[in-house]
């Protein structure tokens, strides 16, 4: 006789779920691949074959260049943005992620939904986590004319560097969005 009949009901449920995480996860049009992007200070993982660009910026008076690198995967775009800032004072930092945060909602005609805090991994070279930084985790819906747009979302910043991991689709994709923002991995 089980001791305690409560586990196992929980078993099954436990394992549907892993097994459908794992499945969205590894989903035929999701081919996940971690990229170093050049410059940027992090590594990521993204669905895809990425793009790269790099554009100037205003980031509530901040002039910066920011490059990013993304991929899409049917209507959902993951993209990850790297700016230096001009000095590594906590309150430029602070104003940098305000500016990334309130302009991606801005730019889906958006209210955020919910706000957490995240602990972004930093690691040496060969990859090992050697600390974490904090940053905080956005989820966002919208709208641009008649598309609904839902957006998730990590910023976080360190020393002369402030990054955002932006996924942004017409519905919440949580699997594939847990996927990429928790692989983004800052570089000591």
């Known amino acids: 006789m089980n001791p305690r009949p409560g586990l196992r009901q929980l078993r099954a449920p436990l394992a549907a779920a892993a097994c459908a995480l794992a499945l969205a996860a590894c989903a035929p049009d999701y081919n996940w691949r971690e990229i170093r992007p050049a410059g940027a200070g992090c590594l990521v993982m993204l669905p895809g074959k990425p793009a790269s660009m790099a554009r100037p910026i205003d980031l509530d008076g901040l002039a910066v260049t920011m490059t990013m690198s993304g991929a899409r995967v ?34 889906i005609g958006g209210r955020e939904t919910e706000a957490t805090e995240a602990a972004v991994p930093i690691v040496d070279p060969a990859g090992r986590t050697t600390a974490t930084q904090p940053g905080v985790r956005v989820e ?9 747009l839902h957006l998730s979302a990590l910023f976080v910043a360190r020393g002369e560097r402030a990054w955002q991991a932006v996924v942004i689709g017409p519905e919440r994709d949580a699997a594939n969005a847990q996927v990429f923002l928790e692989s983004l991995r800052i570089l000591d």
């Open 74 to 107: 049917g209507e959902h775009s993951f993209t990850v943005g790297a700016v230096v800032l001009p000095d590594a004072q906590p309150g430029t930092r602070e104003k940098a992620v305000a500016a990334m945060r309130s302009a991606m909602v801005r730019n």
């Open 140 to 148: 966002a819906s919208g709208q641009l004319g008649d598309r609904r």
